[in-house]
């Protein structure tokens, strides 16, 4: 007779329970074709469940073609229902590997990775309450499908925005909203590559979702070294132009520096002669802690530039609303490319971005931030030194996360997984490094997500690991 548990405290359905079971016995040929299954009224009773149950499962069989009906006789397992071969996907996520570039907080550790917010201090009830009066008061025409540059309410704040925080100059037209800064990169890697493999000089270290942004869109990569200033602008390649030029002047990422005025002339300058742009990732500069935020490269020459930001740091990663502002000649090309990318960013979140820019809470919210930020900072960088004293921190006092450099000390793999064991995660900044062997001594410590007493506590257990 056939039999299979069921859960109750599960929170997944009886009805899936069982129709997965089945679907499982068939396509593994535990159950055989031209079988004859058990009445809905036997397979209740042996199962433990109701007949309206198993009634439904068998009519979803059916409609899929697992089952056939056969007039005063029964049900049967139909002809072809299962795989030739022996291996079947049973639907179990757990048999599923890691998704690439999933990088998972563990169960009970201390994880200094960057770039992470502070999750419970989004916005909640302000957020839902315009979200409600969007959802209600909004005309139908922002339900349907929409222009793929974006809604002008939100290209309208963010061009007032970008002028007066960060120096950027240019008109709402120019702005393209994208889901999140890596579609951004993506699409305009597509757009200078012009159907050919683009060729794209970056900062080394840089961060390793862009490096993976790029070349899966299939460029090849230039590195170009880094130091506590950001991009040496005269390492740039002079006997192979490249497409375009990949930096993160405000704050790079991850040793921290911020590009002086002398050197993004020399950048602009190259771009100029050697005829290819500059893309600017600008994703955490309205978090400077001492003081005034540096303005961007784009606003040097915007016709050289594309500036590209994202709301994931400041608000959260959750939205997927980030943004390219281009060259005006260059407009039309990107909304095609994220016309056929994904038609258009959502329209209701992204009104609702406007309404939260325009009502002043998305000033209000950063400056609340970056007191929160600023404490958490000085909690690592004073753990550190009371623990790690002979530790020297990189970086300017800005953004999410520091570098820390301890002489004398390899972050291997092998001394990585040591750190792990005491339920602490750091990343080596080898990890980021295109060329190795420069930043052995070197850790990327993020703050952003984590509490003060978090922070003192991975920094003792970091100490601990390395001595």
């Known amino acids: 007779m056939l039999w299979f548990p069921v859960d109750r405290t599960s929170t997944t359905s009886l009805t899936v329970q069982v129709y997965e079971q089945l ?72 048999t599923l590997p890691p998704a690439a570039g999933s990088k998972q907080l563990a169960e009970g550790k201390i994880d200094f990775r960057a770039a992470h917010p502070a999750a419970d201090y989004f916005p909640r009830a302000i957020w839902g309450r315009l979200a409600k009066e969007v959802c209600t008061h909004t005309p139908e025409r922002a339900f349907g499908y929409a222009s793929p540059e974006g809604t002008p309410e939100l290209r309208e704040m963010l061009a007032r925005y970008l002028q ?60 170009v070294p880094v130091d506590d200033k950001g991009i040496r602008p005269e390492e740039l390649p002079e006997h192979e132009r490249p497409d375009f030029i ?84 260059y407009v039309e ?25 325009d009502e002043g809470c998305f000033d209000r919210h950063i400056r609340r931030m970056r007191k929160i930020y600023r404490k958490r900072r000085e909690t690592l960088v004073s753990a550190l030194r009371r623990h790690l004293p002979g530790a020297r921190i990189l970086g300017e006092s800005a953004g999410m996360h520091l ?33 190795k062997g420069r930043h052995e001594s070197r850790i990327v410590m993020g703050y952003g997500a984590l509490p003060p007493e978090a922070i003192q506590e991975g920094v003792a257990c970091l100490a601990k690991a390395l001595w």
């Not at 493999?197 to 270290?205: C, L, T």
């Not at 291997?412 to 602490?424: G, H, M, S, Y």
């Open 246 to 329: 990949f930096v993160i002047p405000s704050h790079q990422f991850p040793l921290g520096g911020t590009l002086p005025i002398q050197r993004r002339i020399q950048l602009i300058e190259y771009a100029r002669r050697m005829d290819c742009f500059i893309v600017e990732d600008d994703y955490d500069s309205e978090f400077t802690y001492e003081g005034a935020p540096v303005h961007s490269l784009q606003g040097l020459d915007p016709e050289r530039v594309i500036y590209v930001g994202t709301f994931s740091k400041i608000l959260s990663p959750a939205l997927r609303i980030g943004y390219a502002v281009l060259p005006i000649q």
């Open 164 to 223: 007066l925080a960060r120096g950027v100059r240019c008109h709402p037209d120019q702005i393209v909203i994208t889901s999140g800064a890596t579609q951004a990169l993506h699409l305009i890697t597509d757009l200078l590559s012009k159907d050919k493999q683009a060729r794209i000089a970056v900062e080394d270290p840089v961060t390793d979702e862009m490096r993976t942004i790029f070349t899966y869109a299939g460029a090849s990569l230039i590195p």
């Open 403 to 435: 570098v820390v450099e301890i002489p004398g000390v390899r972050f291997t793999p092998a001394r990585i997984r040591q750190i792990r064991e005491q339920n602490v995660l750091v990343y080596a900044v080898e990890d980021y490094a295109i060329v």
């Open 333 to 357: 090309a990107y909304r095609r490319l994220k016309w056929f990318a994904d038609r258009h960013t959502s329209t209701l979140e992204q009104l609702v971005l406007a309404r939260f820019m």
């Open 23 to 94: 679907r499982k016995r068939i396509l593994q040929k535990e159950l055989r074709e031209g079988e004859r299954l058990l009445s809905s009224r036997e397979l209740a009773s042996s199962i433990g469940v109701s007949r309206n149950i198993i009634m439904e499962v068998y009519d979803r069989l059916l409609a899929e073609g697992y089952l056939e009906v056969r007039p005063q006789s029964g049900t049967y397992i139909a002809a072809g229902s299962h795989f030739p071969t022996a291996a079947v996907d049973d639907g179990c996520e757990e």
